[in-house]
């Protein structure tokens, strides 16, 4: 262990300012931070006059190591350099560092601490009044300093804020820690001072890291343009020595590149296969990863060869497609695809997705990956590796402890303990992953280079080639086209498709001179027939021959129905199946052409060339005419479709019209009967709202008529004994009684008041059938009196049906039945009852003004209702019927086939709209489902039907 030399003690006249203006002059003068740590302390313990002052910087995992240390003589013990565990600072301690700024100072011989915080904990606001509260230390912390031989303590901490983030919470870089052997208070003003020092310290650290962040930018940019330099400043591209260049910049034990084969040019040679570049260790590739055979490994030129008897792959050369790799959740696909664009695994051996891998790099040191997709405008094009080795680490601790168990009693001893890791793996720093990704850049872009060089390179290779091919082609394009517009133009001539088929397959026969030429149309599934063909001399004629479903085996349709051509030189030698062999035989086909016609993603037919009498081999132009001829046929039929399918719709479109015009009609009669039902709906309102209106006053008169009554009768009855005791009256009462005629007013005021009761009961009545007939509060089917709905509308034609002048009037004859509640739409059913008697009046009163009074008196004007309860009628249920027949002059046939249109009527001009019976007619069958029937014959009067039935059922007209 060794000592530092005694520093003099500071004079007791050098005050605080003298501290801190020496030490910002050191970190002005300096940016290397451990120069001006070594600075900090040295000032420290010559202001407090300590024994030990240091610096203790913490590690990411809270442990911690001495990095900065001055101390007096042999007082103390040196720890410079030394780590402690986590466990010897509490994490509550480290929290109240952040959170409070807290300082501690420790008086071992008093067993006393005192705190002083900044800042509250809870708010982290500034404390308006720093001071040191003292109380009682943990003995385990006495023990833990007693064993350093520390008497007293002061704990300054010293965070760290990072510019670059912009957080405002700043983070526990380290302790500025100042220990004594002897009892030695620290006053407010010390602690002041050295709270600003470690400030101090604090803004050095923020430039010391500025610093090192801009000699580690200005190393990056030197790395990459070297590797850049070697990818693209060269005459031809050294993707080996920028690997190995790559390779060292990373410390790695070796790499690969690998570049996989180019998907748009897979005919050029030297893009047709993967390739990789190795530098360095590289895995041992003749493990068994997944249980199959290896085969013995080669290396050729720095790419390696293996294969597996077990695993399918593609290229065995290569172990970036070996599927154990890909099962592993590691593939490089998967890795391109994923928003990391680097995969860094630090350790293949305790990562479960890459644990499976291991046993490849058992006999080497590789313990970690740096995996880089290279992509350009985003086309994959292979990977850059980096492979790692394991290395040895060496820590010294002040003391030795188990760093598996936590620690619950503090260490009696702090000699230095050595401990010694084998084969521990290194973390990939996030400065390196940045670099991987822009080098993995460089390296796509000069891959990508490399792939447009052969692609140029075999483009101008095959131009000259290609020219002599198209002039070749041009020529036997434009015998074809001569040849095409011939048959376009017989084609166009037409919109029969039987035609346009027979012209096709005429002119295809001439022009490849073939024994047969057909069009096969397709009817249903896979079966159709030969609806045309073209036969030379004596060959055997198709036409008409159905298809057999056998002939198209799936494979071939789906062909089809994707417009490929099939062409077969020679039937015998051919992949066809035996039965298709044989049925082509039979029809003496020995080479045939098979063109798909299409019609949108619908197969039509099929275009058929067939050599009967000699196998022939069919040229690419002769494939090409029959194509275009195949498409200008599916267009020729289509035309006809078209033309068939035009002439079929304008006749629908003419049948729409009609059905249209008779819809408008229609909508006319729905339109005036709606109009009518909601004059009648306006009409009920109003009537409902008059007997309302009516209703209240005549109560009130009828209530009080009674006490009139009774009042006028006790008047007289009083008055009657008056004349009794009193016979001789006073002569100006008997002028009085004469003058208003008394015993008259006697005897005819209860006949008056009588008459007026008489006359309110009528009003009410009145009142009582027009809410009746109006049913406003019962919108909805209910169960109702028929009979009291007939003579509320009876009431309500009243006027029309009492005598007049010159008039006897109307009998009315009725012959109501038992019957039972129907359950109907009430106001809609007086509506009815209404239509019917007006109607009925209506036809009366017109043949009466034709008559005389004697004739009206010898055959006087009658309405006949009558009910009737049916118990079982339509469907065994039980209806009712109403009958009303008037013995008016009565109708024709005619008349009585058109009753029920809307707008028909018999009337006078302004008599009518002609809806009613309409109306009616709606209300009984269609909203009750019941019966509306007519019976009349001239001369003999009108009878009219209505049946319904008795409770709600489904509706039927």
């Given at each position: 262990m060794t000592f530092t030399k005694k520093t003099p003690q500071i004079p007791p006249a050098i005050d605080r300012e003298l501290l801190l203006r020496r030490m910002t002059n050191r970190i002005r003068q300096s940016l290397e931070l451990q120069e001006i740590l070594r600075a900090t302390v040295a000032e420290i313990r010559a202001f407090l006059g300590t024994d030990r002052v240091m610096v203790y910087r913490f590690h990411p995992d809270s442990s911690g190591e001495v990095i900065a240390e001055s101390i007096d003589e042999d007082r103390l013990p040196s720890l410079l350099g030394l780590n402690f565990p986590a466990d010897d600072i509490p994490l509550e301690a480290r929290e109240q560092f952040i959170k409070a700024r807290q300082r501690s100072i420790v008086d071992v011989a008093s067993q006393q601490i005192g705190l002083s915080p900044l800042d509250c904990a809870q708010t982290g606001e500034p404390l308006e009044k720093e001071d040191i509260r003292y109380r009682p230390v943990d003995p385990c912390h006495i023990e833990y300093l007693t064993?350093?031989?520390?008497?007293?303590?002061?704990?300054?901490?010293?965070?760290?804020?990072?510019?670059?983030?912009?957080?405002?919470?700043?983070?526990?870089?380290?302790?500025?820690?100042?220990?004594?052997?002897?009892?030695?208070?620290?006053?407010?003003?010390?602690?002041?001072?050295?709270?600003?020092?470690?400030?101090?310290?604090?803004?050095a650290i923020g430039q010391s890291n500025l610093l090192s962040l801009a000699r580690q930018q200005a190393q990056r940019e030197a790395t990459i343009n070297r590797v850049a330099t070697l990818l693209h400043a060269q005459p031809t591209i050294q993707l080996q020595t920028a690997l190995e260049e790559t390779v060292a910049v990373f410390q790695g034990a070796g790499g690969r590149i690998y570049i996989r084969t180019s998907d748009f040019h897979p005919e050029i040679e030297s893009l047709a296969h993967d390739r990789v570049y190795t530098c360095g260790t590289q895995p041992n590739q003749t493990v068994d990863l997944c249980g199959g055979n290896i085969v013995e490994p080669s290396q050729t030129q720095g790419e390696l060869s293996i294969s597996c008897a077990r695993c399918p792959i593609p290229d065995p050369r290569f172990i970036e497609q070996y599927p154990c790799w890909s099962s592993a959740v590691i593939g490089y696909p998967e890795v391109a695809k994923t928003a990391t664009r680097v995969r860094a695994i630090a350790d293949i051996y305790q990562d479960s997705h890459y644990r499976i891998l291991a046993t490849a790099f058992r006999s080497t040191k590789?313990?970690?990956?740096?995996?880089?997709?290279?992509?350009?405008?985003?086309?994959?094009?292979?990977?850059?590796?980096?492979?790692?080795?394991?290395?040895?680490?060496?820590?010294?601790?002040?003391?030795?402890?188990?760093?598996?168990?936590?620690?619950?009693?503090?260490?009696?001893?702090?000699?230095?303990?050595?401990?010694?890791?084998?084969?521990?793996?290194?973390?990939?720093?996030?400065?390196?992953?940045?670099?991987?990704?822009?080098?993995?850049?460089?390296?796509?872009?000069?891959?990508?280079?490399?792939?447009?060089?052969?692609?140029?390179?075999?483009?101008?290779?095959?131009?000259?080639?290609?020219?002599?091919?198209?002039?070749?082609?041009?020529?036997?394009?434009?015998?074809?086209?001569?040849?095409?517009?011939?048959?376009?133009?017989?084609?166009?001539?037409?919109?029969?498709?039987?035609?346009?088929?027979?012209?096709?397959?005429?002119?295809?026969?001439?022009?490849?001179?073939?024994?047969?030429?057909?069009?096969?149309?397709?009817?249903?599934?896979?079966?159709?027939?030969?609806?045309?063909?073209?036969?030379?001399?004596?060959?055997?004629?198709?036409?008409?021959?159905?298809?057999?479903?056998?002939?198209?085996?799936?494979?071939?349709?789906?062909?089809?129905?994707?417009?490929?051509?099939?062409a077969i030189n020679d039937v015998c030698n051919s992949n066809l199946s035996p039965c298709h062999v044989e049925f082509l035989q039979t029809i003496h086909v020995r080479a045939n052409i098979t063109v798909p016609i299409r019609m949108g993603d619908k197969l039509w037919g099929l275009l058929i060339v067939h050599e009967c009498n000699a196998p022939r081999v069919w040229q690419s132009y002769e494939l090409d005419l029959l194509q275009r001829l195949a498409d200008q046929a599916a267009i020729g039929i289509h035309q006809a479709e078209l033309y068939q399918q035009t002439w079929v719709a304008a006749m629908q479109e003419q049948a729409k019209a009609q059905q249209l015009e008779k819809a408008l009609d229609e909508l006319q009669q729905t339109q005036a009967q709606l109009i009518q039902t909601e004059k009648m709906s306006s009409l009920g309102q109003l009537v409902a709202g008059v007997a309302h209106e009516i209703n209240n006053p005549v109560n009130f008169i009828y209530g009080n008529l009674i006490h009139a009554s009774q009042y006028?009768?006790?008047?007289?009855?009083?008055?009657?004994?008056?004349?009794?005791?009193?016979?001789?009256?006073?002569?100006?009462?008997?002028?009085?009684?004469?003058?208003?005629?008394?015993?008259?007013?006697?005897?005819?005021?209860?006949?008056?008041?009588?008459?007026?009761?008489?006359?309110?009961?009528?009003?009410?009545?009145?009142?009582?059938?027009?809410?009746?007939?109006?049913?406003?509060?019962?919108?909805?089917?209910?169960?109702?009196?028929?009979?009291?709905?007939?003579?509320?509308?009876?009431?309500?034609?009243?006027?029309?049906?009492?005598?007049?002048?010159?008039?006897?009037?109307?009998?009315?004859?009725?012959?109501?039945?038992n019957l039972p509640t129907v359950e109907c739409y009430a106001s809609q059913l007086n509506q009815v009852f209404m239509n019917l008697l007006s109607n009925a009046i209506d036809a009366l009163e017109h043949r009466d003004r034709k008559r005389t009074i004697s004739q009206m008196e010898a055959e006087p004007s009658q309405i006949t209702i009558q009910t009737q309860f049916i118990p079982k009628h339509t469907g065994d249920r039980p209806w009712v019927r109403i009958k009303i027949a008037d013995n008016g002059p009565g109708m024709t046939a005619d008349v009585i086939s058109r009753i029920y249109d809307p707008f028909f009527t018999t009337k006078e001009p302004g008599k009518g709209t002609g809806l009613g019976l309409a109306i009616s007619y709606q209300i009984l069958v269609e909203k009750h489902g019941g019966v509306l029937k007519c019976m009349s014959e001239p001369g003999n009067g009108t009878e009219f039907w209505i049946e319904i039935p008795i409770s709600r059922s489904p509706i039927s007209n």
């Open positions: 064993a350093m031989g520390v008497v007293s303590s002061l704990v300054v901490p010293i965070l760290y804020y990072d510019v670059r983030t912009h957080q405002a919470q700043p983070h526990l870089w380290g302790l500025l820690v100042s220990h004594h052997s002897e009892a030695k208070p620290i006053s407010e003003l010390e602690l002041d001072a050295v709270q600003q020092v470690a400030d101090q310290v604090s803004i590789i313990r970690g990956l740096l995996i880089i997709p290279l992509e350009y405008r985003q086309r994959f094009l292979g990977y850059l590796t980096i492979f790692r080795d394991e290395i040895d680490t060496e820590t010294l601790w002040a003391g030795q402890f188990d760093p598996d168990r936590r620690q619950y009693y503090p260490r009696r001893s702090f000699e230095t303990w050595r401990e010694l890791k084998k084969g521990q793996p290194r973390n990939w720093t996030p400065q390196e992953i940045e670099l991987a990704e822009a080098l993995g850049h460089h390296f796509a872009m000069a891959v990508q280079q490399y792939q447009l060089y052969q692609q140029v390179f075999h483009l101008n290779a095959d131009l000259e080639r290609q020219v002599q091919n198209r002039t070749a082609q041009l020529q036997k394009s434009l015998d074809s086209a001569r040849i095409l517009g011939q048959v376009l133009d017989q084609i166009r001539s037409t919109l029969d498709s039987k035609t346009i088929l027979q012209t096709i397959v005429r002119e295809v026969q001439n022009l490849l001179n073939t024994d047969r030429a057909v069009i096969y149309q397709f009817t249903k599934e896979w079966q159709g027939q030969v609806v045309v063909e073209a036969v030379k001399g004596e060959s055997l004629s198709v036409l008409g021959f159905h298809g057999l479903k056998e002939c198209f085996p799936e494979n071939v349709t789906k062909l089809y129905k994707q417009a490929q051509i099939r006028t009768q006790d008047l007289l009855d009083l008055l009657k004994i008056y004349h009794e005791y009193y016979p001789d009256p006073h002569p100006a009462i008997q002028d009085k009684a004469d003058e208003i005629e008394l015993e008259f007013l006697t005897n005819d005021l209860p006949k008056l008041l009588t008459s007026m009761k008489v006359g309110a009961d009528r009003i009410r009545q009145l009142v009582l059938s027009l809410r009746n007939f109006s049913r406003l509060d019962q919108a909805e089917r209910k169960p109702v009196d028929i009979h009291e709905g007939i003579e509320s509308t009876l009431l309500i034609l009243q006027h029309r049906l009492k005598p007049k002048n010159g008039h006897p009037g109307i009998e009315t004859i009725k012959y109501y039945g």
